[in-house]
């Protein structure tokens, strides 16, 4: 994820993604701003989530997971799901992909926001549960790119139909793997 983010700077208008959102770019002033915005927060995001689901981290330093807690929600809710939903609005594939990209933002946002306010609540059980949920919706940013490759590469199908599957195939499954997950926990 940081070698792809990497290629947009110095803030270039023209690289990766931003070579097929060149009419979004000179036509809606706010568009580039809002990439970049989720495009570089997003990054702490990811790196914050993952330490998250440490026990070793959780256990022995609990003020680390606090800390990188705090970084992971507050970037989602004041940066990464806000921008996520803008873009999403403007998404290539249509309105079945922009449907999808605001549906993804906006769960992230509730999700991490439910998981911050049980925590507040001291509900450490709804927060793993909304935590867990909201990481799943996270880690979109890698699953979306790996089905990319797959469906191109065994399929070959065009741009636009790409774009359209990997809008859905980036979280739902993830999701619904995380659901399942629960469902076994609550189980025990």
């Not at 799901?81 to 998404?91: D, H, K, N, R, V």
Request: proline letters at 4%; charged letters at 10%.
């Amino acid at each position: 994820m940081i070698k792809i983010t990497i290629q947009y700077f110095p803030f270039k208008t023209d690289a990766g993604f931003l070579q097929i959102k060149q009419t979004e770019v000179t036509e809606i002033p706010l568009y580039l701003v809002f990439f970049y915005i989720h495009v570089c927060s997003s990054i702490f995001v990811l790196l914050a989530g993952f330490s998250q689901f440490n026990s070793t981290i959780l256990k022995k330093y609990p003020k680390l997971h606090q800390m990188m807690g705090k970084l992971y929600s507050y970037t989602i809710l004041f940066l990464s799901a806000p921008s996520g939903f803008f873009i999403g609005l403007f998404a290539n594939g249509g309105l079945f992909s922009k449907i999808s990209f605001v549906t993804l933002a906006t769960l992230w946002f509730y999700f991490t926001l439910k998981g911050v306010t049980a925590i507040k609540n001291k509900d450490v059980n709804a927060h793993k549960i909304f935590m867990y949920r909201s990481f799943a919706l996270s880690f979109s940013a890698i699953t979306l790119r790996f089905w990319k490759v797959v469906i191109v590469t065994i399929f070959h199908p065009g741009p636009m139909d790409v774009y359209q599957i990997i809008a859905w195939l980036g979280w739902i499954p993830n999701l619904l793997i995380i659901e399942y997950y629960l469902y076994n926990q609550s189980k025990k």
